[in-house]
């Protein structure tokens, strides 16, 4: 059980825009930055967002980020076929004193 | 090309060690924080452990709570390597080990949360008899 909640799945066509959820607490999301990774079986785990919603260098800006309260959102528009991957958010959380991870959502592209 | 090369794992009996090495190139490693992050076959990524980089919160190391008194991160700096030394290992420690630096070298209470930028490529660690 992850103390990140995800839907463990997200769809949509190409061109359309998918949204993936973050749904945490006071002691995680309520007050620590957010990061949101990708990651594409067998490379290694790609940052897509940092500090809630900003982007690195090489990172299409076809992906957002954005917080509200105890919750976080990743955003894909325009979506493309390489974006097929599973997606997960992290953060620190004040009472563990440690990084923890939403437990996933696999993007499928239809 | 700031790098991440993680070796050390592999085929290990329940209740066995192995330490993890974690090699950086194209930066300075004791300059920022440094974590070890594991995907278990078929799971999510699960956080390991961590460790502060120069500055206060440098030696500072946490812990998620299933490896606390078995596993050890620690820092050669004169190597430029991250390790993580595990004990009593179990059946459920099986899976791929990643490190990964973090954008800033400050980790843990009192410090803005400046997650992890750069990761490696992992190495796999099975425990089985």
């Known amino acids: 059980q992850s103390v990140l909640t995800q839907p463990p799945s997200a769809s949509g066509t190409p061109g359309q825009r998918v949204t993936v959820s973050c749904s945490g607490s006071s002691s995680n999301i309520g007050s620590n930055y957010v990061y949101w990774y990708q990651l594409v079986a067998g490379t290694a785990p790609k940052l897509l967002i940092y500090k809630n919603n900003q982007r690195p260098s090489g990172v299409p800006d076809r992906f957002s980020g954005s917080t509200s309260g105890t919750s976080a959102s990743l955003a894909i528009s325009g979506l493309q076929s390489e974006d097929e991957a599973d997606y997960y958010c992290a953060t620190w959380d004040d009472r563990l004193n440690g990084v923890v991870f939403g437990g996933g959502t696999k993007l499928t592209v239809l | 090309e700031v790098q991440l090369l993680e070796s050390g794992g592999g085929l290990v009996r329940p209740g066995g060690s192995l330490r993890l090495s974690c090699a950086a190139s194209g930066f300075t490693s004791v300059n920022f924080a440094m974590t070890w992050v594991r995907q278990r076959p078929g799971k999510g990524l699960e956080w390991v452990a961590g460790t502060g980089g120069r500055g206060d919160s440098y030696g500072r190391t946490f812990y998620t709570d299933s490896v606390k008194g078995r596993f050890t991160i620690s820092r050669d700096n004169s190597m430029n390597t991250l390790y993580l030394q595990m004990n009593n290992l179990r059946g459920e420690d099986t899976a791929v080990y990643y490190c990964?630096?973090?954008?800033?070298?400050?980790?843990?209470?009192?410090?803005?949360?400046?997650?992890?930028?750069?990761w490696g490529q992992g190495t796999t660690v099975t425990v089985s008899s």
């Open positions: 990964a630096k973090h954008l800033a070298s400050g980790l843990g209470p009192g410090y803005y949360f400046y997650g992890m930028d750069v």
